[in-house]
């Protein structure tokens, strides 16, 4: 059998029932001829439209196949028999930011209430009973060591022992308070032995790691904070502790006011995004009010432009310390030391300004007025 005879087509130009029939020679003519043969229908896809759309022939598939083919039907019809929409949808334009107000970033109204209520605590306690104030010193920096010690082990696996921190450190305000500086020195280099000593009843592994931190915990909380017990001990110790105070929370305010009224130029991008340079001249400013008028009407002896001088350290020394604490919380890649406090964070969130200050006021009050 020649090729010609390969499926002659019949008189009406179809494949004859016997020629359908007739078996094909094996090869690719064979395998190509079949697949011809059997291939199937080309499937349109229903869109759910009518009849009567379906019937208008093959340049319309069966629905909207294409962005700008409509059958002039409202399609909300089709959705409401249950029958899918097979429209392309358009993405939904992004809607611009709706323009507000600068947000202070945390809950005001819980913020002003908390620091409403620890004002009352300590201005009673201060003025009533002083070693009452004393036992909210103690009270404050347990908590303090707590929140930062949690933080170092949580975040860096850091160990600092709390057991004798927080003895120790209550140690030194207490002995600040009773024997001076000489006494708080000596309940610091006491503490910092017996970190050494109760690290030693662990494994080896970071020790030096774990002992350094519980050292610098030490120093940075309780040690820092008995220039206040200092401060309190003198004669007219609640004024300057009251001075100490108001000058601290004057200067955060007015940096903070200031700084969301009118700043641009950031301070310490890399360290806080968050403060200006408009803020800190903000804060210089206020203090320096506050302190001229806490030295002329609540420090015996005080001058005014002592009080200048005194508000302008504080500024400086209160921005820094602000930095020092979110320097530490970039590292460790936390926003607070902890949650105690509504709007405000943890205890160390609300010591930040007041530890590093705490030396210095007292250190002028000492060279402005005496010991007391």
Not at 160 to 169: E, R, S, T
Not at 174 to 184: C, N, Q, R, T
Request: glycine share 12%.
């Amino acid at each position: 059998m020649n090729d010609a005879s390969w499926g002659t087509p019949s008189r009406a130009g179809q494949w004859g029932s016997a020629d359908r029939h007739t078996p094909f020679p094996a090869g690719p003519v064979r395998e190509a001829a079949v697949a011809a043969q059997t291939r199937p229908m080309p499937i349109v896809p229903d869109a759910g439209g009518d009849q009567e759309d379906r019937d208008q022939g093959a340049a319309h598939l069966g629905g909207p196949l294409f962005r700008d083919e409509r059958d002039g039907r409202d399609h909300r019809d089709d959705r409401d028999r249950g029958e899918p929409d097979i429209r392309p949808h358009e993405p939904a334009a992004p809607q611009a930011p709706k323009a507000g107000k600068k947000s202070a970033g945390r809950d005001l109204r819980a913020a002003i209430g908390v620091g409403l209520g620890l004002g009352a605590v300590i201005v009673a306690s201060l003025f009533v009973y002083k070693p009452v104030f004393l036992g909210v010193i103690v009270i404050a920096v347990v908590v303090g060591l707590w929140e930062l010690t949690s933080r170092l082990a949580e975040r860096k696996g850091i160990k600092a022992p709390l057991v004798p921190l927080a003895i120790g450190g209550a140690a030194m305000i207490v002995a600040g308070y009773a024997d001076g500086a000489e006494g708080a020195w000596v309940a610091m280099a006491l503490t910092a032995l017996a970190v050494l000593i109760w690290r030693m009843t662990e494994p080896p592994d970071d020790y030096l790691k774990d002992v350094t931190a519980g050292i610098f915990a030490a120093f940075y909380v309780p040690f820092l904070a008995t220039f206040v017990a200092l401060m309190l001990a003198a004669a007219d110790g609640a004024w300057r502790v009251l001075t100490f105070l108001i000058l601290t929370v004057v200067s955060d305010t007015g940096a903070y006011a200031v700084g969301w009224r009118f700043g641009k130029r950031k301070l310490a991008p890399r360290i806080s995004p968050g403060k200006t340079r408009e803020g800190l001249i903000g804060a210089v400013l206020f203090a320096m009010a506050a302190g001229a008028l806490c030295m002329r009407f609540l420090i015996d002896d005080g001058v005014w432009w002592q009080g200048l001088l005194l508000g302008l350290a504080v500024a400086v020394s209160a921005t820094l310390g602000d930095l020092g604490e979110s320097m530490i919380k970039r590292d460790l890649g936390i926003k607070d030391m902890g949650r105690l406090l509504p709007g405000h964070g943890g205890i160390m969130d609300r010591l930040d300004s007041l530890l590093p200050t705490a030396p210095v006021v007292w250190l002028l009050l000492v060279a402005f007025v005496g010991a007391g």
